[in-house]
């Protein structure tokens, strides 16, 4: 079945970029999610890409998309205090489920 | 406007016993679903329901499990006869369900802490 895969943990420096990484298996996947869960809070999406796109940037964070190795990273530029969460990569392909990853926790470091 | 809530925030009960959790999703989202998070897990669909649609029950682990929803409004998620494997967060999304990316995108209220004792 599809399988979406996300390393644990991530620490940076504040300041620095924070590059989150994740691979999925679902070569038909149509949306890749980045979902962001602060402790106590609910999920919140940070943003989304369209399979038939390679980048998108909103402000500090730019999303890239390799559709040939399947392959999706978020970059969080200028890494804050307020950025410490977990990050969870999420794909879909049939509108309405989504295939989790396990989620990254980003620590920064002072 | 508000957000999708869900109560309780927490609940601890006795394994065997019934618990029935509740989700209040936005107001005019068709689509809610519900997911499990084990802790330090990734998310685990159980059910979806889209409108007056037969709901989608494929994520549910066992006939323990039960979910309702009356038309586009409350839903509530049953366990029956809970055992300690349950304890989990259990979290409630909704969505406008609108073909498209953006119409898809899923809300998600605070969850609801299971613990089984």
Same mark, same amino acid.
């Given at each position: ?6 390393? @644990?943990?991530?620490?940076?420096? *504040? ?6 990484? $994740? ?8 949306? @890749? ?16 890409? #369209? ?9 500090? &964070? ?9 392959? @999706? ?15 969870? $990569? ?7 489920? &989504? ?12 | ?19 029935? @959790?509740? $989700? ?15 802790? /330090?897990? /990734? &998310?685990? #669909? ?21 979910? *309702? ?22 979290? $409630?999304?909704?969505?406008? +369900?609108?073909?498209? +990316?953006?119409?898809? *995108? ?12």
């Amino acid at each position: 079945g599809e399988d979406v895969e996300q390393s @644990l943990f991530l620490s940076v420096r *504040e300041g620095d970029s924070s590059v989150i990484n $994740c691979t999925y298996t679902d070569s038909s996947s149509t949306y @890749l999610y980045w979902y962001k869960q602060e402790p106590g809070a609910g999920l919140q999406l940070l943003t989304y890409i #369209f399979s038939n796109m390679d980048m998108k940037q909103d402000q500090r &964070l730019t999303v890239l998309l390799n559709k040939k190795d399947k392959h @999706l990273s978020l970059r969080i530029a200028d890494t804050q205090t307020g950025d410490s969460a977990i990050y969870f $990569c999420a794909e879909s392909h049939s509108n309405y489920q &989504l295939i989790w990853g396990a989620g990254t926790k980003l620590i920064i470091k002072p | 406007g508000a957000g999708v809530s869900q109560s309780p925030s927490n609940k601890v009960t006795e394994k065997g016993k019934d618990v029935e @959790l509740r $989700c209040d999703p936005i107001s005019g989202h068709t689509a809610l679903y519900w997911y499990r998070q084990r802790l /330090g897990q /990734g &998310l685990e #669909f159980l059910i979806y329901f889209q409108g007056n649609s037969a709901p989608d029950k494929s994520g549910l682990p066992s006939d323990r499990f039960s979910a *309702e929803r009356t038309g586009e409004s409350v839903s509530t998620l049953t366990i029956q006869r809970t055992q300690q494997e349950d304890s989990a967060v259990y979290l $409630c999304a909704s969505s406008q +369900g609108l073909a498209g +990316g953006h119409g898809w *995108e899923q809300y998600f209220g605070p969850g609801t802490r299971l613990t089984v004792t």
